[in-house]
């Protein structure tokens, strides 16, 4: 069973548009939402994290809106770049767990 | 901060031999640390839980005789993946927590292993 999942698989943008990855989930237990972006060959890297007592987290820019209520969350990238150009995967764990429970990754392209 | 690095980055070897992955937390102490494989174009698939100084926790399904991990100190983990066969070849990933209230994990750049 996947607990938490992600859409769309894939994403083509164009330079300075807006990239948007969506997740849901159904653990109500999930406290804690972050996004890693992999570059291929490379390990993944904390780009973002919220947890659920804000609906909204922005870092330069990147941005999680998060939807308590609908069990949604999303990366949004503005002015999407070239070098953005990677897979992205959400994932979600509880206070008290170890584990993260991650989405299947979205394939995000930027042309140029 | 929070830099975690693998050794070898990349390692072939024969069927039937053993290969060791170092894992280290660089600039902080990790308790646990996290023991990741990835098939191409798929997501990180947990294989086991490890913490400083006791026995691995193993998903269902890995084979814990065969991904052996021992978590020395608050630094280093190590996975040995004994008597490799091809089925084996993958991408492996370590990542470390820093003991933190949330599962906040930062990953190492990952080993690829290729068994012929």
């Known amino acids: 069973q996947q607990q938490v999942k992600q859409s769309p698989q894939s994403l083509i943008v164009q330079k300075g548009g807006i990239s948007i990855i969506n997740c849901a989930y159904e653990?109500?237990?999930?406290?804690?939402f972050p996004w890693y972006q992999q570059f291929p060959g490379k390990g993944p890297a904390l780009l973002i994290a919220?947890?659920?007592?804000?609906s909204e987290k922005k870092e330069g820019r990147f941005t999680i809106s998060f939807n308590k209520s609908a069990k949604q969350f999303s990366l949004h990238i503005m002015d999407s770049q070239p070098g953005d150009s990677a897979t992205y995967f959400c994932a979600a764990s509880t206070r008290g767990s170890e584990k993260l429970v991650f989405g299947k990754g979205t394939k995000l392209t930027v042309n140029p | 901060g929070a830099v975690v690095s693998q050794h070898p980055s990349w390692v072939i070897c024969k069927s039937g031999t053993s290969v060791k992955i170092e894992c280290r937390s660089l600039?902080?102490?990790?308790?646990?640390m996290f023991w990741y494989r990835q098939f191409p174009k798929q997501s990180l698939m947990l294989m086991a839980t490890s913490n400083e100084g006791s026995k691995a926790t193993y998903e269902q399904g890995v084979e814990k005789d065969k991904f052996l991990i021992n978590h020395a100190s608050l630094t280093l983990s190590t996975l040995t993946v004994t008597s490799a066969h091809p089925e084996d070849s993958s991408f492996y990933i370590c990542?470390?927590?820093?003991?933190?209230?949330?599962?906040?994990?930062?990953f190492g750049p990952g080993t690829r292993l290729t068994v012929l």
């Open positions: 990542s470390a927590n820093p003991s933190g209230p949330y599962n906040e994990q930062f």
């Open positions: 600039d902080f102490q990790a308790t646990t």
């Open positions: 653990n109500t237990a999930f406290d804690y």
């Open positions: 919220i947890r659920p007592d804000v």
